[in-house]
């Protein structure tokens, strides 16, 4: 029976960046996530290790597995539920953003950060979907609906709504299986939102809400 994953190899898991999955630590700690099966390194120059669907899945974990002290990377993930405008604060890590943050720098800088975790996001679908597909979600998207949704309007230069929750889309977890319920001010922001899932590979449908009246999309990530 294999050992579960020293106490560093967590870190080093926990660290990875939450988008890609990307890796950073010695190449004896690299060597053995990927000799577990945890990770994989890629194929091309500079041939760095991501986290494999398994390493994700110990990821996803390890609040359960090691004490706080030994979580050096976004400590207020743990703490927030996921979709929560908590979840999005500044924790050193990329986090897309779910709408209703009290802090947003919408600068050059965050362009480039989300269009750079897309293009991880992009890469991680071609890498881990079987036949590297990437005009439909992964793994990583279905297990983690809220922050995917958000990454794919935030990418597209939708803008995420305020603390007021007024002026641009807020995407929350549902009930529903592999569904999210992306919210917006007016009928035209809903059905570019829905625009935008369906193109980054979601189904999107417009529903209303039964006390309230309101509009809005239920998505869910595409697997053909």
């Known amino acids: 029976m294999t050992a579960p994953p020293s106490a560093a190899q967590l870190r080093v ?7 890609t999955g990307r890796l950073r630590g010695t190449e004896t700690q690299l060597a053995a996530l990927v000799k577990r099966g945890l990770a994989f390194r890629h194929p091309r120059p500079p041939h ?16 359960d597995q090691v004490p706080d002290r030994v979580r050096e990377a976004d400590p207020v993930a743990s703490e927030a539920a996921p979709g929560s405008p908590k979840a999005s604060a500044d924790t050193g890590v990329f986090a897309a953003r779910v709408g209703g ?3 947003a720098d919408d600068g050059p800088s965050r362009v480039r950060e989300v269009h750079s975790a897309w293009q991880g996001l992009l890469e991680l679908r071609r890498m881990t979907n079987p036949d590297g597909s990437t005009d439909r979600p992964c793994g990583w998207e279905r297990a983690h609906l809220v922050r995917a949704a958000a990454l794919a309007l935030e990418a597209a230069g939708h803008r ?4 007021d929750g007024a002026d ?5 977890a ?3 299986p592999e569904a999210v319920a992306v919210h917006g001010p007016d ?6 939102c829905a625009a935008t899932l369906e193109k980054a590979g979601w189904q999107a449908g417009e529903h209303t809400e039964p006390r309230t009246r309101a509009r809005y ?3 869910s990530p595409r697997r053909v």
């Open 13 to 19: 898991i926990d660290a990875a960046d939450p988008v």
């Open 217 to 219: 999309l239920l998505a």
């Open 101 to 103: 943050e009290e802090k």
């Open 174 to 176: 549902t009930p529903q």
């Open 160 to 163: 995420p709504a305020g603390p």
């Open 48 to 63: 760095d290790c991501f986290l494999t669907p398994a390493g994700h899945r110990v990821r996803d974990r390890i609040p």
């Open 187 to 192: 009928d035209a922001t809903l059905r570019a």
């Open 168 to 172: 641009g889309y807020r995407v929350r």
